[in-house]
């Protein structure tokens, strides 16, 4: 299912090599990424620390494969994302990296209900429907909504949702 190529070789789950992201706006750029350098290894967890505005964002939009860094390296599981297809993102997207904004209320829609919601990635991924009902309400239970399945987000709680 993984797409041939453009894997290169990398020591760690996620290497960044003087990453450079540019936002061009009408008459003014903004810089937020201004040659990062990272590396992280595989199991390692880590927060990133930073005043606002400083690129935090960014970095994880870029990571998640939401944009495409204005220039620099960037390589995740091995896949080079500063050089990827929108293809190739779209894949990443769906089987690699998973990313709840802060703004989380922006990216869940008011029309499915936890269950739908849960279940969509999997759908998009080609799981047979019994194999997903049962990951959906495996998940579900271990969050503490197993009897909140069909609630659209209008009826969850701020933390449920
Ligand atoms: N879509 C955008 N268009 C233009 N500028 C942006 C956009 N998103 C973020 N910026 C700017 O890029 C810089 C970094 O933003 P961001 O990555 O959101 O910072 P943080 O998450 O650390 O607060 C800020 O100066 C911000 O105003
Ligand atoms: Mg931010």
Redesign the pocket.
């Known amino acids: 299912m993984q797409p041939a190529g453009r894997i290169v070789d990398a020591d760690g789950a996620i290497v960044v090599d003087s990453l450079f992201?540019i936002?061009a706006?009408e008459g003014e750029n903004?810089?937020?990424?201004r040659g990062l350098d990272l590396s992280v290894r595989t199991g390692d967890m880590i927060g990133i620390l930073?005043?606002?505005?400083?690129?935090?964002?960014?970095?994880?939009?870029l990571l998640a494969g939401l944009e495409v860094a204005s220039a620099g390296r960037l390589v995740v599981n091995g896949r080079n994302l500063s050089r990827a297809t929108s293809r190739d993102l779209a894949w990443h997207r769906r089987h690699c990296v998973a990313m709840v904004d802060q703004h989380y209320w922006r990216s869940i829609s008011p029309y499915l209900s936890a269950r739908e919601a849960v279940e969509l990635p999997l759908r998009l991924r080609g799981w047979p429907r019994v194999e997903r009902m049962k990951r959906v309400g495996d998940l579900l239970e271990r969050v503490g909504l197993g009897d909140r399945m069909a609630a659209l987000p209008s009826q969850l709680s701020g933390g449920q949702q």
Do not use: E, Q
Request: charged letters at 10%.
């Open positions: 992201h936002y706006g903004v810089t937020a990424l930073g005043p606002s505005g400083s690129g935090k964002s960014t970095l994880l939009r």
